[in-house]
C-alpha cells in the first residue's frame, strides 16, 4: 500500500492544469490591442514618428550633392541614360512600413482615453507624418497608390491596386496638413528644444508642401505621372494656402530671424555649428535635431568637409557667382570679368554668407590659430564648403563625436516661402519684401536694394526662362540662404522645372596660369599648386591638369581658366525623370501598377 | 544422465570466497587500467561494471553473516531443526546453513518433495541424520563433511574431483581475480595473483565457468581433466553494449532505431573547455562547428543537416534526462552521450526530439571503498595560423601606392595620409628609403605644414607580434570521490579549468570551476531516491576595443599599419595604436566580462511496484542559470598633434553596461516501465508517462556614461547619463505524455512503437496540442536457420528501418499575439532626453502550429568474426513540412513582411557509414591491441516549397553577405549553394577586352576595362556581364558555382594498446566545402580590398609571379590580377568584382585534420602500489597539430575552421574570428 501512497504523491507532483499552465504572455511587452490607454501612450508613440521620420545630419547635408550647385564628384547613375526601373529604389516593404505604423495609429489612436483637444492634437501629429510621408513620396514618384487606413492582408483590392493620380494624393497631403495645422496644439511644452510636432511645424510643412505643388502645377504644362496635362488648376489655390500658413507663423509672435548686427560675419553659420541650436535658436528653429555629447547622441561631421575621401562636394562657380556684394548689387554686374577673377578678389565684399559656407582667404578655425585653404585635392572646384564643420579640427575624423544640432525648419524658409508664393501670384509689394527678402540680406551684411529689373545673369542661370525680378531675386536668396539643407535645392530645380540645371557642368577657381604657387588662404604662403607634370613632387597640395586623360582636370582654356574637374561625367537631362521610375520589383508584386510615362513598360 | 543430477555442492566457505572475489575484483580492476591504461571501461559498460559492483558487494554482505555464522556452527555444534511439513530438500538446506556439513545426492533416487516431521533442539548432527533418514530407507555415509546419501562412496569419489590450473589472457600473461564457478551453482573460486586456482569438489560432469570482465566468458566442461588451463580472449565490445535511449536503456543488439553512443573514453583526456569540442567528428551525423578556439564559444549542436528554415531549432540536449546547456557540463562528469537520430528514437521527446536528441548522462556512484581519482594537465596552445603580413614600413607603402594608383590609373594624386591613422608625404617616402639603408636613423620626425599629423612615422612595426602571443597555457584539474553501499551512494567531484589568454596585452582570461554531487539513498527496497545537484561557474574576460562592440581584428588589420609606432615621441599613443585597439588593450579599461553560473538540482525517485516488471520513475529539476555580462569602454587618448589630445572612440563616450540574463527552468517526468517476464522467444517492453517544462528567461540591461574611476566599474561611481534599464525575456512551458512499446521474438524480429502527445505555450488555443507518432522494425536476419552457414564469420546482421513525424516548436513564444515594445531611443532627442517610443506591433500569423518533421530511416547492422569487424549504416530522408516561414508574397505597400505561417517545405537526404574493426595480437608476448574506426557521413537539404512569387534570389547586399548564397529561398534551391559568375582568366590585351563582352565592374575607378583584369564570362551571350534580374529563370551570367555547406563529413579512430601503452590518432575532415572569400576579408583579399589593409595574401613580393604585372605580361599564369583596390570593400553591390562571387577566387576548404593524438602509460601497478597508489597514467596529446587542405594554396591566413567571424563582435567579416588554436597537453591520472 505503502508504494502506491508513494507513486500517487510522486504523480500528484508532476500534474498541472493543462489548460493554465499551457497560457504565458509576454512580460515585456503590450498586446498591440490594450496599448492605447492614455495621453501618454500617444506621446509615446509619436516619439517613434519623429525618431524615424526626421532626417540625420548625414542625410540632410547630402541631400542636395547632385544638384546644380554642387560639383559632381563621381556619376550620379540616374542623371544617365541607363538608369532603368531596374535601379530604383524607394519602394521596398521598409519604405511603406512607415505608413502602416502611421496608419495603425489612426486608426486605434482615439482609444485612448484623453480630452478631445488632446486626442485632435494627437491625430493632427499622426496625420503630419503621414502627409510627410506622401510628401516624399508624392516628389519621388508622383502618383502612388493612396492608403489611409491599415491595409489588411486579405485585402486583395487596396493590395493591388492602382496609383491614384497625382493631384488626388496631394489633395489629400493638404487635407491632412489643414487638419494638422488646426487642431495640433501650440503649447509651449511642444516647443522644448524644438523637436516635437506642434501647430507651427505643421504650418511650415503645410507651407513647404503648398509652395512646392503650387509652382509645380504653375511651371510644369503636364502631369509627368501621366504626360498629360493637369485635370484642375489649382497652382494659385496652393500657392495661397502656403501664404497663408506662412502669415500665421510670421503673426504669431513666436519666431523671428536671428539678427544681432555686431555678429553679422559669423551668426549665420554659428546657427548650425551651434552645440546646443535646438535650444538657443527657438527663435528661429520651427523644428530641429537635437543632439547631445552627454547622451552621447553624436555624430561625425567635420569628416565630411575636411576629410580626402569623404569631404569630396564643392559647389560650383555658377552658384557662387549668385551671392551679391554687400552693397546689395550682384557680383556678376560689378565685374565684367566676373569668371576670371582670382579667388581672393572674388571674394572680397561679399555677402557674409559666402565666408560663413565656403572656406575663402583668411579662413581660420582652432581659435584662429590655423588657417584653411580650399584642398583643391578633392575639394576641386576650390569652393569648399563649410556651413556644418566646427572650429576644432581635433573633432575632424570620421568616428569624432559632434553633437551640434540641426534645423530642420527654420523661420527664413518660411519667409522665404512667402515672398516666393507672392512674387508667383504676382503680388510682390515693398512691403513683402521687407518683410522677408530684406531681413534676410541684412543679416548677412547686405544693403537691401527692392529690385527693379531683372539680373541678367539670374535669367540666365534659369534657362531664360524666367524674367520676372521678384522671383529671381527670391530664388537668388533661397538657394543661398538654404544651401546644403536637406534636398530644397533639388526640389527646386523639380519644382521650377530646370531639370537641365542638373546637366550642367560645374566649373571651379580661376587658375592664370599652371606651375604657379597659390595662396589661397591668403596667410602669406603658397600652399597650392596647379600643374600639368604629372611627376611633380612638392610638398604643395597639387592638382593635376591632366588633358589627355578622359577623367582628369582640365583648365577652361588648358593651361589656364577655370578649373574643370570631372570632365568625364556626362549627366543628361531628359524631362521624364521629373519622376522617378515605379521599381521593377513593385511591378512584378503588382501588376496592375503603371509604370511612371518614359521609364518604359517592363 | 549421470547419478549426481542437480547435485548441491558446496565444499567452500560462501564467506571467503566472496572475501577473495571482492579482493581480486578490485586488483583485476586495476590489473585492466594498468593494462588498458583509462580505456579500461571501453571494455565493459557502466551499466555492467555496476552489476559485478552489486553482486560483489552483496557477496560481501553475505559473507558477513555468514562469517559470524561459522564461528557459531563449527563441526560438532548443535544443531537445532523444528519443523512439521517441510519438504526434506528444505530439511537439508537448514542443516547446511547450519553445519559445514554438505549432502550429496542423486535426486532420482530420493524423493527430495517428501514431507518431515522433526522436532529437535540443539542435537548432534548424528542425532539429526538418523531421525531425518533412518526410517525414510536412505542410507548416509560421511566422508569428511561430504554426507552421501544412497550411495557407494567409492562411486562418489570417482565422480568429484579437485581441478587446478591456469588462466592466462590471450598474450599468456596470468589473469588473477577471474572467477571460476561450477555451472548451475555458486560454488567456485578465484585466481590468485599469478592467475592459479584450485577447486575442490568438482563433480566429473560439471561444467566450469570461466568469467572475467571484458573477456568472453569461457565455459569448460571437466570430464576426466584434473587441470584445466585456460586462455581468455578480450571481448568485442558493440554487440552486448547497452546504450542509453530516452526514457531507458536497451541492448544495442535491440535497437531499431538510429542511435549512436560515444562513451566516456573519447572524453577522457581531452581538456577542453566544452564538452561540444570533444564530440566533434565523433559521431556520424553529429554536426558540430566550431568558429574558432575561443573557451566560450558555444555552438548549435545539428543532427542530421539542415533543421528549419522557418523556426530554426536544433537537436534537444538532455543531460540526465532534462534539458539543458552543454556549456554547462564538466566534460570530466560524463560517462556517456548517446545521439537519437531518427524518429523512432526520438519521437518519444516529440516536439523537442524533431531534430535528434543528444542524451548527456554523467557518471554514477561506484560502490564499495571511496574511489579517489585525479586527473590533471597542462596545454600549451598555439593558433594553427598566423597571418602573413608585411611588417616592412617600405614595402608596405609601395604595396600601398601601386595598389593606388592601380585603381585610380594615376588619374588622381596620391593622399597625403593613410586612411587617417599615418601620413604620408613624398618627403616621408623618401625618408623611408633612407632608413631602410640606414637602420640606424630614429623611425619618426617632425613634420610641418600637414593638415594632420606633427610627426611623420616609418617604422616597421609587427602589429601582430605585439598584441599576441606565441602560445598561451590552459591547466585543468578534476578529483572526483565515489562510493557507497547497498542502502545509499555517492559520487563527488570537482574541476578547475584555466585558460590563459592569447594576447600579450589586456589580461584575457577563462576560468571555469565545476562541483557535481549526485547520490542515491534506498529508503525501501523497492524506493529509492537519487539526487544529483551539479554547480558551474564560469568566469570569463575578454579585453575590448573602445569603440561599441567594434571587433578587434578587423581594427588591427584597418589600423595596423606597420610604418606606425606605439608611441609618440612625447609618450602618447600613436593613431594606429589607438585604433587597432592595441592601446585600449593594454590599458586594460575596455574589456567584456562575464560570469556565468548554472545551478542544476535533480531529484527522482525509483519505486518497484513488481521488482524486475513494473517500475515507476519520477523526477522533478530545477536549473538556475545566471548569466551576468559587464561592458567596459573608456576612449583611449591619442595624439596626432603634440598637446592636441584626441579619444578612441570620442563618439562611443565612455560607458558601462551590465545585462543580466536569468533563466529558471523546471521539469517533471513521471513514467512506468512495464517488462513482463514472458518466455524465451517473447520480449515485451512498455513505457508510458508524461513530462511537464517550464522556463522563464528574463534580461535586465543598464548602462551609464562617463567614469568617476574607471578602475571600478559601478554606477555608483560614475557621472554620466544613465540610459533606462531595459528588460526582455519570456516565457514558455510545454506538456506532453509519451510512450514507447517494443516488442522482440526471439530476438530477431523486433517492433517498436513509439510517440508523444505535445502541448505548447507557444501556439493559439485551438492549435497548441500535436501528436508524433513513430514505427519501427528491425529483422536480425543473421538469427534465421537458413543463414547458420555465415556463423562462422558473420555474428550479427540486423536491418531495421522506421518512419516517424516529429514537431518541432521552436518558435518565438508569442508569435500568434500581436505585442508592442516601449523602448528608450539611442539616436535622437526630445525636449533634450532620450524619449521612449514604440511602433506598430508585430503581424500576426493567420495560423500557427507545429512544425513537422517527418523522418524514414533504413539502416543495417553487422557483426563479423566475432565481432571484431562491425558495420553500421543508415539512409534517410527528413521531411520538414509546415515551416514557420513567410505566407505569400505581397506587394511592398503592406508595410512589413507578411505574416508568417506554416508555409514552406525541405527535404534533407543523407546518409552514414560507420565500419570498425579491433582485434588483439601478440606482440613481444605481450597483447597488442588496436582498433580503427572509420565514419563517414553527408546530407544535402533541398527546399520543395517556399513563398517566393518572383523567384528573387533576393538581394545583392544579403547575398554578398551569406558569402554568395541567395538571401532568400526558391523550390528547388538546396541549401548553401554558391551562385557566381565563371572567370575566363585575365585579359592578355586590349584585343581581348575589345573582342569580349562588356565587363562594366569598378575594376579601375573609371570603369574602363584593361589588361590584366578579372575577364568574365558572358553566359547567357547577352554582351554585358550582368546579374540579369537576379531571379531563378533571369539570372544573366550568374551560374551556381559550388556550396559552401560542408560535405562528405568523416571521422578516423585509430587506438591500439600495449604492455601499458596506448596510443590513439582521431582524424576529422570534410571531403567538400566550396567557399567564396567575403567582402572585406581583408586576410584574403589584402589590398586588393582596401589600399591601407596589412597583408597581401599569399604573395611575399611586389615581383611575385602570382600577381599580373604590364612588364611581364603572365596573364595565363598568374592568380592575382593587375594590382588596384577597393575590389572588395563592403560595398555589397554589382560594381565591384571580386564581391560577386566567382569560379576564379571560389575556395576549396575541404581539409583533413589530425584532430589529436594522444600517447599513454600506464605505469606498473607493483610501482604504484610502492608509492602507496592504486594507479598512476601519464599522457601527453595534441589537438589540431595538423591540417591538410587545398585552401591554404591562395588563402594561407584562414583555418578552415575559422573562416567565419568573431560572433562576439559587431564586424561580420570573413577571418575576423579568434583563432583556431592547436595545443599540446601533458596530463596526468591518479587513483589513490
Request: overall charge negative; aromatic content about 12%; proline content about 4%.
Amino acid at each position: 500500500m505503502k508504494k502506491y501512497i508513494f507513486i500517487i504523491i510522486a504523480i500528484f507532483f508532476t500534474i498541472v492544469s493543462c489548460d493554465d499552465y499551457l497560457v504565458q504572455e509576454d512580460p515585456n511587452k503590450i498586446e498591440s490591442e490594450f496599448y492605447f490607454k492614455d495621453e501618454s501612450s500617444l506621446e509615446i508613440y509619436t516619439n517613434g514618428f519623429i525618431r524615424s521620420f526626421a532626417p540625420a545630419i548625414n542625410t540632410f547635408i547630402n541631400g542636395d550633392n547632385y544638384a546644380d550647385t554642387r560639383s559632381w564628384e563621381g556619376q550620379d547613375a540616374y542623371l544617365t541614360d541607363e538608369y532603368s526601373a531596374n535601379d530604383a529604389t524607394g519602394w521596398s516593404t521598409s519604405n511603406w512600413y512607415q505608413l502602416r505604423s502611421v496608419n495603425y495609429y489612426l486608426d486605434n489612436m482615439r482609444k485612448a482615453n484623453a480630452s478631445s483637444e488632446i486626442l485632435d492634437h494627437y491625430e493632427g501629429v499622426g496625420r503630419f507624418f503621414r502627409a510627410m510621408f506622401y510628401f516624399d513620396k508624392l516628389r519621388t514618384f508622383g502618383a502612388v497608390p493612396w492608403y489611409e487606413t491599415l491595409i489588411d492582408m486579405d485585402d486583395k483590392e487596396a493590395l493591388f491596386k492602382d496609383k491614384d493620380s497625382r493631384e488626388f494624393i496631394a489633395s489629400k497631403i493638404l487635407e491632412d496638413l489643414n487638419y494638422a495645422s488646426t487642431h495640433c496644439l501650440t503649447s509651449a511644452k511642444y516647443r522644448v528644444k524644438s523637436s516635437y510636432i506642434h501647430r507651427y511645424v505643421a504650418l511650415a510643412l503645410k507651407a513647404r508642401f503648398c509652395l512646392y505643388e503650387g509652382t509645380y502645377r504653375k511651371y510644369h504644362s503636364v502631369d509627368p505621372s501621366t504626360n498629360e496635362a493637369w485635370t484642375t488648376n489649382e497652382s494659385e489655390m496652393y500657392l495661397g494656402e502656403c501664404i497663408s500658413s506662412c502669415e500665421e507663423i510670421m503673426s504669431s509672435g513666436i519666431y523671428s530671424l536671428t539678427d544681432d548686427p555686431s555678429k553679422r560675419q559669423t551668426q549665420y553659420r554659428d546657427m548650425f555649428t551651434d552645440a546646443d541650436g535646438a535650444g538657443n535658436y527657438g527663435n528661429e528653429f520651427i523644428w530641429a535635431r537635437d543632439y547631445d555629447i552627454d547622451n552621447l547622441i553624436t555624430y561625425a561631421i567635420n569628416d565630411q568637409f575636411v576629410n580626402a575621401q569623404h569631404a569630396n562636394r564643392a559647389y560650383t562657380r555658377q552658384f557662387i557667382n549668385t551671392y551679391l556684394m554687400r552693397d546689395g548689387t550682384p557680383f556678376t554686374s560689378k565685374y565684367n570679368n566676373y569668371n576670371s577673377l582670382d579667388f581672393t578678389t572674388e571674394c572680397q565684399d561679399r555677402d557674409y554668407r559666402l565666408t560663413q559656407t565656403i572656406r575663402t582667404p583668411g579662413f581660420v578655425r582652432d581659435n584662429g590659430t590655423t588657417y584653411w585653404a580650399p584642398d583643391v585635392t578633392y575639394a576641386r572646384t576650390g569652393y569648399q564648403p563649410i556651413k556644418y564643420l566646427t572650429d576644432k579640427s581635433e573633432l575632424d575624423t570620421h568616428v569624432s563625436a559632434i553633437a551640434t544640432d540641426v534645423p530642420l525648419m527654420r523661420y527664413a524658409e518660411i519667409l522665404l516661402a512667402y515672398a516666393e508664393a507672392k512674387a508667383e501670384l504676382g503680388e510682390m509689394t515693398e512691403e513683402v519684401w521687407s518683410k522677408t527678402i530684406k531681413p534676410l540680406r541684412e543679416r548677412a551684411g547686405i544693403i537691401s536694394v527692392y529690385p527693379t529689373e531683372a539680373d541678367p545673369y539670374m535669367v540666365a542661370y534659369f534657362q531664360n526662362k524666367v524674367t520676372d525680378p521678384y522671383i529671381l531675386e527670391v530664388r537668388r536668396e533661397r538657394g543661398i540662404e538654404l544651401t546644403m539643407e536637406d534636398d530644397y535645392r533639388y526640389d527646386d530645380i523639380m519644382r521650377w522645372d530646370q531639370g537641365e540645371l542638373f546637366a550642367r557642368y560645374g566649373m571651379g577657381l580661376w587658375i592664370s596660369g599652371v606651375e604657379t604657387p597659390l595662396d589661397l588662404n591668403n596667410d602669406g604662403t603658397p600652399e597650392t599648386i596647379v600643374t600639368t607634370n604629372s611627376s611633380l613632387i612638392s610638398p604643395l597640395k597639387i592638382l593635376l591638369i591632366d588633358e589627355a586623360s578622359e577623367a582628369g582636370n582640365k583648365l577652361s582654356n588648358g593651361t589656364y581658366g577655370n578649373i574643370l574637374p570631372n570632365t568625364a561625367i556626362e549627366h543628361t537631362w531628359r524631362d521624364y525623370k521629373y519622376v522617378r521610375p515605379i521599381p521593377i520589383t513593385a511591378i512584378q508584386e503588382n501588376s496592375n501598377l503603371t509604370q511612371n510615362p518614359g521609364w518604359g513598360i517592363q | 544422465m549421470k547419478k549426481i543430477k542437480e547435485g548441491r555442492v558446496r565444499g567452500f566457505s560462501l564467506s571467503h570466497l566472496a572475501y577473495r572475489q571482492v579482493l581480486s575484483i578490485i586488483k583485476h580492476y586495476k590489473f585492466m587500467k594498468k593494462k588498458y591504461g583509462n580505456r579500461v571501461l571501453t571494455y565493459y559498460t557502466l551499466k555492467k561494471t555496476l552489476k559485478i559492483i552489486r553482486i560483489v558487494l552483496f557477496l560481501l554482505l553475505i559473507s558477513v553473516f555468514h562469517t559470524i555464522a561459522s564461528v557459531r556452527y563449527l563441526q560438532g555444534a548443535k544443531i537445532t531443526l523444528k519443523c512439521e511439513g517441510l519438504s526434506l530438500v528444505d530439511a537439508l538446506s537448514r542443516i547446511e546453513d547450519q553445519s559445514e556439513y554438505r549432502f550429496i545426492y542423486d535426486k532420482s533416487q530420493i524423493n527430495l518433495d517428501q514431507k518431515v516431521k522433526i522436532n529437535l533442539d540443539g542435537a548432534t548432527l548424528g542425532k539429526v541424520l538418523k531421525e531425518l533418514f533412518v526410517n525414510k530407507g536412505i542410507n548416509y555415509h560421511m566422508i569428511h563433511n561430504q554426507i552421501i546419501l544412497n550411495g557407494s562412496v567409492s562411486e562418489v569419489l570417482q565422480q568429484i574431483k579437485t581441478i587446478s590450473g591456469k588462466v592466462c589472457d590471450s598474450s599468456g600473461s596470468p589473469l588473477p581475480g577471474v572467477t571460476i564457478v561450477v555451472n548451475g551453482t555458486t560454488h567456485g573460486t578465484v585466481t590468485d595473483v599469478v592467475g592459479n586456482y584450485t577447486l575442490a569438489n568438482v563433480p566429473r560432469d560439471a561444467t566450469l565457468v570461466f568469467a572475467f570482465i571484458g573477456m568472453k566468458t569461457e565455459s569448460i566442461l571437466v570430464g576426466n581433466k584434473t587441470t584445466i588451463d585456460v586462455s581468455m580472449m578480450v571481448e568485442a565490445v558493440g554487440i552486448g553494449e547497452v546504450v542509453t535511449i530516452g526514457y531507458g536503456t536497451m541492448k544495442k543488439s535491440d535497437l531499431v532505431g538510429a542511435v549512436d553512443q560515444v562513451n566516456s573514453e573519447v572524453l577522457a583526456n581531452r581538456p577542453t573547455p566544452n564538452l561540444a569540442r570533444s564530440l566533434q567528428g565523433e559521431v556520424a551525423g553529429l554536426n558540430i562547428s566550431f568558429t574558432d578556439s575561443k573557451p566560450s564559444r558555444s555552438t548549435s549542436i545539428n543532427i542530421r543537416g539542415a533543421n528549419s528554415i522557418g523556426a530554426g531549432g536544433s537537436a534537444l540536449i538532455l543531460i540526465d534526462g532534462v534539458e539543458g546547456d552543454i556549456s554547462s557540463i564538466n566534460p570530466q562528469d560524463v560517462e556517456s552521450v548517446s545521439v537519437l537520430k531518427d524518429a523512432s528514437s526520438s519521437a518519444i521527446y516529440g516536439a523537442r526530439g524533431a531534430f535528434g536528441v543528444v542524451l548527456i548522462t554523467t557518471k554514477s556512484p561506484q560502490k564499495g571503498t571511496p574511489i579517489v581519482k585525479y586527473s590533471g594537465s597542462v596545454s600549451f596552445n598555439k593558433r594553427t595560423v598566423r597571418p602573413d603580413m608585411i611588417t616592412d614600413g617600405l614595402d608596405w607603402v609601395d604595396w600601398w601606392i601601386e595598389c593606388y594608383n592601380g585603381y585610380y590609373t594615376g588619374s588622381r594624386s596620391l593622399l597625403d595620409h593613410l586612411d587617417s591613422t599615418v601620413p604620408y608625404t613624398e618627403e616621408i617616402h623618401q625618408e623611408l628609403v633612407r632608413r631602410k639603408n640606414d637602420p640606424s636613423l630614429t623611425k619618426i620626425m617632425k613634420i610641418d605644414g600637414h593638415s594632420q599629423f606633427d610627426w611623420g612615422y616609418m617604422e616597421n612595426t609587427n602589429w601582430y607580434d605585439l598584441m599576441y602571443k606565441n602560445y598561451n597555457l590552459s591547466h585543468e584539474h578534476n578529483i572526483s570521490i565515489s562510493g557507497g553501499d547497498d542502502v545509499s551512494d555517492y559520487y563527488i567531484s570537482g574541476r578547475f579549468y584555466d585558460y590563459d589568454g592569447i594576447y600579450k596585452v589586456g589580461n584575457e582570461s577563462y576560468k571555469r570551476y565545476d562541483l557535481r554531487s549526485k547520490g542515491s539513498l534506498k529508503v525501501r527496497p523497492w524506493f529509492k531516491i537519487t539526487s544529483n545537484t551539479s554547480f558551474s561557474n564560469v568566469h570569463s574576460y575578454q579585453p575590448k576595443h573602445p569603440r561599441n562592440n567594434f571587433n578587434t581584428q578587423r581594427a588591427l588589420m584597418h589600423a595596423g599599419m606597420p610604418l606606425s609606432p606605439i608611441k609618440n615621441p612625447d609618450g602618447t599613443w600613436t593613431t594606429a595604436a589607438a585604433i587597432s585597439g592595441y592601446a585600449s588593450f593594454s590599458e586594460g579599461t575596455s574589456y567584456r566580462d562575464n560570469k556565468n553560473l548554472y545551478l542544476r538540482q535533480k531529484i527522482s525517485a525509483d519505486i518497484d511496484i513488481i521488482k524486475d516488471v513494473l517500475k515507476f520513475q519520477a523526477d522533478y529539476s530545477y536549473n538556475y542559470t545566471s548569466k551576468k555580462r559587464i561592458d567596459m569602454q573608456v576612449p583611449v587618448e591619442f595624439e596626432k598633434r603634440a598637446g592636441v589630445t584626441l579619444y578612441e572612440s570620442a563618439s562611443a563616450g565612455a560607458k558601462l553596461g551590465k545585462i543580466d540574463y536569468d533563466t529558471r527552468y523546471q521539469a517533471s517526468n513521471a513514467y512506468f516501465t512495464y517488462s513482463p517476464k514472458l518466455d524465451e522467444v517473447n520480449n515485451f517492453t512498455a513505457v508510458a508517462g508524461w513530462n511537464v517544462e517550464k522556463q522563464e528567461y528574463k534580461t535586465l540591461s543598464v548602462s551609464r556614461a562617463d567614469f568617476i574611476t574607471v578602475n571600478k566599474p559601478s554606477f555608483s561611481l560614475m557621472n554620466g547619463v544613465s540610459t533606462d534599464p531595459m528588460e526582455g525575456g519570456n516565457a514558455w512551458s510545454y506538456m506532453g505524455g509519451f510512450y514507447r512499446l517494443n516488442y522482440s521474438y526471439m530476438g530477431k524480429y523486433l517492433v517498436e512503437l513509439s510517440g508523444r502527445y505535445d502541448g505548447s505555450s507557444k501556439f493559439p488555443t485551438n492549435s497548441k496540442w500535436g501528436f508524433f507518432p513513430s514505427a519501427s522494425a528491425g529483422w536480425n536476419f543473421s538469427k534465421e536457420s537458413w543463414m547458420s552457414w555465415s556463423k562462422n564469420v558473420m555474428d550479427n546482421a540486423k536491418i531495421r528501418g522506421s518512419i516517424g513525424s516529429m514537431g518541432n516548436g521552436n518558435v518565438s513564444p508569442y508569435s500568434y499575439t500581436s505585442n508592442m515594445t516601449v523602448s528608450t531611443a539611442n539616436n535622437i532627442l526630445l525636449g533634450g532626453i532620450l524619449p521612449s517610443y514604440t511602433a506598430i506591433g508585430t503581424t500576426t500569423p493567420a495560423s500557427l502550429t507545429w512544425e513537422k518533421a517527418t523522418t524514414y530511416d533504413i539502416g543495417l547492422d553487422m557483426g563479423f568474426l566475432g565481432n571484431k569487424l562491425s558495420f553500421t549504416g543508415d539512409i534517410y530522408r527528413r521531411a520538414t513540412t509546415d515551416m514557420y516561414t513567410a505566407s505569400v508574397s505581397l506587394p511592398s505597400v503592406y508595410g512589413t513582411s507578411p505574416p508568417k505561417g506554416n508555409n514552406a517545405e525541405m527535404n534533407t537526404d543523407g546518409w552514414e557509414l560507420s565500419i570498425q574493426w579491433k582485434h588483439q595480437v601478440n606482440l613481444g608476448g605481450k597483447p597488442l591491441s588496436y582498433s580503427v574506426k572509420a565514419t563517414v557521413w553527408n546530407d544535402d537539404s533541398k527546399i520543395t516549397k517556399f513563398a517566393n512569387k518572383t523567384g528573387t534570389l533576393g538581394t545583392a547586399y544579403g547575398y554578398m553577405s551569406n558569402g554568395g548564397s541567395p538571401s532568400t529561398y526558391y523550390e528547388g534551391m538546396h541549401l548553401g549553394e554558391i551562385w557566381g559568375y565563371e572567370v575566363a582568366g585575365l585579359f592578355k590585351d586590349q584585343d581581348d577586352i575589345d573582342n569580349s563582352a562588356n565587363q562594366h565592374f569598378k575594376q579601375s575607378h573609371d570603369y574602363v576595362t584593361r589588361p590584366g583584369q578579372v575577364k568574365f564570362v558572358d553566359l547567357d551571350k547577352s554582351g554585358v556581364i550582368d546579374p540579369g534580374k537576379f531571379e531563378v529563370e533571369d539570372h544573366g551570367d550568374l551560374k551556381i558555382i559550388g556550396n559552401q555547406n560542408p560535405k562528405y563529413h568523416f571521422g578516423l579512430n585509430l587506438s591500439s594498446e600495449w604492455n601499458g601503452f596506448g596510443l590513439s590518432v582521431f582524424v576529422q575532415g570534410v571531403g567538400k566545402k566550396d567557399w567564396y572569400p567575403g567582402s572585406d576579408a581583408g586576410y584574403f583579399w589584402g589590398k586588393y580590398g582596401r589600399p591601407y589593409f596589412s597583408f597581401i595574401p599569399s604573395i611575399q613580393n611586389l615581383s611575385s609571379d602570382d600577381v599580373y604585372s604590364a612588364e611581364k605580361n603572365n596573364w595565363d599564369t598568374a592568380y592575382w590580377p593587375a594590382l588596384t583596390t577597393y575590389q572588395s570593400s563592403g560595398n555589397k553591390n554589382w560594381v565591384k568584382a571580386y564581391e560577386i562571387p566567382n569560379t576564379r577566387y571560389l575556395q576549396n576548404a575541404m581539409f583533413v585534420r589530425i584532430k589529436n593524438i594522444r600517447l599513454d602509460y600506464s605505469f606498473n601497478k607493483n610501482i604504484c602500489n610502492s608509492i602507496g597508489l592504486q594507479d598512476v597514467n601519464i599522457y601527453i596529446s595534441g589537438d589540431n597539430l595538423f591540417t591538410f587542405t587545398p585552401l591554404h594554396k591562395h588563402a594561407p591566413n584562414f583555418d578552415p575552421e575559422g573562416l567565419s567571424y568573431d560572433a562576439d563582435f559587431d564586424s561580420q567579416v570573413d577571418g575576423y574570428t579568434y583563432p583556431t588554436l592547436k595545443n599540446y597537453t601533458v596530463g596526468l591520472n591518479i587513483t589513490f
